[in-house]
């Protein structure tokens, strides 16, 4: 049998959108064409998220809805995280499914999709044991100004609560030269936003003799000519030197913006997620960037109700989200992951505790952003134009700081405005964005 049309959903991270946009790049380059239900499709594929239980639920609901139409000409795959996680135990779970593969196995794509298509029941890219980064010239970028670009791969880390080190493998960094090819090729393609993923994007270590670190590579992105906006997620602070916001204060084309996760305000709980950092550590880092020449806005990640988290833990996260006042942060419930150190770890936090400890963060934090947001009431901000919202007559742009502007125009446009470039001056102020007017 061949199967010639495709469907793909993908959950999760930026990494897996950006494995996704790589995958279809690579069925398309073999003469496959991509539809967009899975009704229309021969080929079902679900690139997958385990980070938490909830996302992982997900993918077998989704199988569940298909049971019926299996061995009726339509074959299921199942790619990324938990297909690595759960592996062949996918096949007992959703019998229907005939390739289970890891983002890691994604170089060996051609020749599993060989093997489905000669009518190989059961296919599998499980390995983990590899040096290989999935680079590959048939990428089919989704927005036509703003490209994701992988830069490293994997994680050597080993967070307590984290299944990404069991799911995407080792630290892999592509060569520089690479790096610098693909992003002139963006440039060269219309591209002018360019955003660097890795899960530590900030260990990146140019495995080839020039041996560029991070801070380097990020300055090298940002002089490629045609490029106007780098961003690159997400940091690790224990790897996050001072460099990389040199880097930023040097040239305005890397955005005023850094994502960095903190997980926790008290050191007692760092030290049991293994964070490798203390809280007066991670505060040094956010010393830099507050001291930077450029208004640089700071994001986080919060894990609340952590094995063991104390009310003076949590006390000591929500003290920090007073002391730093982050532009905006993703907060999340610990979740429980297979393989993870914090598995087996006692003093598990009741659900409805977390819930509680969720629901302080984010009011504590609503109220920051509501302050911070309306700081900026009166500046004049370029963003890039990325969409148009008719039923309020605004169009959407994006500033350097990564929030959201929505902004009026009193000339008539039209949608050629998107990707394009214009100074905004903010009028007014929300907790999640802002709305101003365009200057020309
Ligand atoms: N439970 C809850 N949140 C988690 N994250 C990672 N693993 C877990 C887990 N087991 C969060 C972290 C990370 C973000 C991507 O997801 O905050 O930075
Ligand atoms: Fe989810 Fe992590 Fe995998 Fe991204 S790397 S898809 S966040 S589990």
């Known amino acids: 049998m061949t199967t010639r049309t495709f469907y793909i959903e993908s959950f999760g991270c930026q990494m897996n959108a950006h494995d996704s946009e790589k995958v279809i790049g690579t069925l398309i380059s073999k003469g496959y064409t991509q539809v967009d239900t899975p009704e229309k499709a021969e080929l079902v594929l679900y690139n997958t998220c385990s980070i938490r239980d909830k996302a992982e639920q997900k993918v077998f609901h989704r199988l569940q809805q298909f049971k ?30 005939s390739l289970v593969a890891g983002s890691a196995s994604y170089s060996k794509l051609p020749q599993m999709l060989v093997q489905l ?11 983990l044991d590899t040096d290989e980064t999935f680079d590959t010239p048939f990428t089919r970028r989704d927005n036509p100004h703003r490209a994701y670009m992988t830069i490293i791969e994997g994680c050597d880390k080993s967070c307590a609560y984290c299944v990404v ?26 591209y002018t936003e360019i955003q660097l993923l890795g899960q530590n994007v900030n260990s990146y270590r140019d495995p080839s003799p020039v041996g560029w670190d991070f801070a380097t590579l990020l300055a090298r992105v940002a002089e490629v000519p045609g490029i106007r906006r780098v961003r690159f997620t ?13 880097a930023i204060d040097a040239n305005s084309v890397l955005c005023d913006h850094v994502h960095l996760p903190v997980q926790s305000g008290s050191t007692r709980l760092l030290r049991l997620m293994d964070r490798l950092y203390t809280r007066d550590e991670y505060l040094r880092r956010i010393e830099w960037l507050k ?21 003076q833990d ?78 309020l ?24 405005l998107i990707g394009t470039y214009l100074p905004v001056r903010v009028t007014r102020a929300g907790p999640n964005s802002l709305v101003g007017e365009s200057m020309v």
Not at 234 to 246: A, E, L
Request: with cysteine.
């Open 314 to 391: 949590f006390g000591e996260t929500v003290s920090l989200l007073d002391q730093v006042e982050y532009d905006s942060i993703f907060g999340f419930k610990y979740s429980r992951r297979p393989n993870t150190a914090a598995l087996a770890m006692g003093d598990q936090i009741p659900e409805e505790e977390k819930t509680r400890r969720l629901m302080i963060v984010q009011e504590k934090q609503r109220a920051i952003q509501i302050r911070r947001n309306s700081e900026t009431i009166g500046s004049v901000q370029e963003v890039l134009v990325e969409g148009r919202n008719q039923a």
């Open 117 to 127: 298509e000669s009518g190989n029941r059961r296919v599998t890219g499980l390995s």
């Open 291 to 311: 001291n930077a020449r450029r208004d640089i806005s700071i994001t986080t990640d919060i894990i609340v109700g952590f094995p063991g988290e104390t009310e």
């Open 68 to 97: 019926r139409d299996a061995g009726k000409g339509k074959v299921f795959g199942v790619l990324g995280c938990v297909a690595q996680q759960e592996g062949e135990k996918i096949f007992d779970r959703a019998p229907h499914v």
């Open 393 to 416: 007559g605004q169009w959407i742009g994006r500033t350097s700081q990564n929030r959201t502007l929505n902004f009026v125009r009193s000339v008539a446009d039209s949608e050629a």
């Open 234 to 246: 997400t940091s690790h602070p224990r790897d996050f030197v001072k460099g990389i916001v040199d």
């Open 165 to 190: 080190p069991f799911t995407r493998g080792p630290e892999r960094s592509r060569t520089s030269a690479s790096v610098i090819a693909e992003a002139s090729q963006l440039a060269a393609n219309g």
